[in-house]
């Protein structure tokens, strides 16, 4: 057999085994951020709320039938009965739809409840209608990215992340 014909029959034996050759499987994707128990969420939210003397934080007038249910609300958390307080926040809701606090506060209660879309929801629409600065909007943010974590939206979360040191704003130095 010539030298040719021997490189050609060598091809053709090779070229099957060529084709089985496979790319290396892509590298893991990066983990994704522990998600954490409804409780973990709330607290995550609540220590991003911490305010200190320098701070700018304006507080409304409330109307005193919403300040009991607000206080009816806390009451509940403190006994961890969470769906009572969620319904004390329906009732003050219904009496002030728009108080951005009342509605953070049942956005955290969604999440101690682990109804993630709502606590989103409640916290967007607090967050449109109240202070773009200070501990609330922290909560406003924090809750967002709480609950888009809980889902899985990564990228979302991180977004909320950033907004929320945008939040922080100095107070005045009064001498």
Request: net charge negative; aromatic share 2%; proline share 9%.
């Amino acid at each position: 057999m010539t030298r040719p014909c021997r490189l050609a029959l060598a091809c053709a034996l090779l070229l099957p085994l060529a084709a089985c050759v496979t790319e290396p499987p892509p590298p893991p994707a990066a983990p994704a951020p522990p998600r954490l128990t409804p409780t973990q969420a709330l607290n995550a939210v609540l220590a991003v709320a911490k305010t200190d003397d320098r701070e700018l934080d304006v507080q409304p007038i409330r109307d005193p039938q919403v300040e009991d249910l607000r206080e009816a609300s806390v009451a509940a958390q403190r006994r961890r009965d969470w769906q009572a307080s969620a319904d004390a926040l329906n009732q003050a809701l219904l009496i002030s739809p728009d108080d951005p606090a009342v509605l953070q506060e049942r956005a955290e209660v969604a999440l101690a409840l682990g109804d993630w879309e709502r606590a989103e929801t409640l916290a967007r629409k607090a967050l449109s209608l109240g202070s773009k600065t200070g501990p609330l909007c922290r909560r406003h943010w924090s809750t967002i990215e709480q609950s888009q974590i809980a889902r899985g939206e990564t990228q979302n979360a991180a977004s909320a992340h950033v907004q929320i040191a945008a939040c922080t704003v100095a107070g005045f130095d009064r001498m």
